[in-house]
């Protein structure tokens, strides 16, 4: 069963910095594709970051390039987002997911299979 288990989130004002970390367990693919996401109260899901661990490719969303980098550590047991600059409408419940079937890219919250609880970032001005 895999299982994902965010942390790190909190409440920071605007410019500061948070780490994100997410465990993984039950993810037993050689290669892992997982990603980032973010939901604020009425909005869609949508896409943070991604990383693909075949070749350790990143993909981001255009309104975080620059601002944030998602990592893993060397056992692949652990997924990062570290995000600095923080701004304001970066304030949503961050969520860590895992997909089955890999693609190069960031891809939409339907493409993935698995799903941690969320953390919740809160950013004021």
């Known amino acids: 069963q895999v299982q994902l288990v965010e942390s790190g989130g909190g409440s920071v004002q605007a410019g500061g910095s948070l780490r994100l970390s997410c465990a993984v367990s039950g993810y037993t693919y050689t290669y892992k594709c997982m990603g980032w996401f973010r939901q604020a109260p009425g909005k869609e899901r949508g896409g943070v970051a991604a990383?693909?661990?075949?070749?350790?490719?990143?993909y981001y969303a255009d309104s975080v390039k620059g601002r944030f980098t998602v990592s893993q550590d060397n056992g692949k047991n652990t997924v990062y987002l570290q995000m600095n600059s923080l701004k304001p409408e970066d304030t949503a419940m961050y969520y860590c997911a895992a997909r089955d079937r890999c693609h190069r890219a960031l891809g939409s919250a339907n493409d993935y299979n698995y799903w941690g609880q969320g953390t919740q970032v809160t950013v004021s001005s």
């Open positions: 990383i693909y661990t075949g070749g350790g490719s990143t």
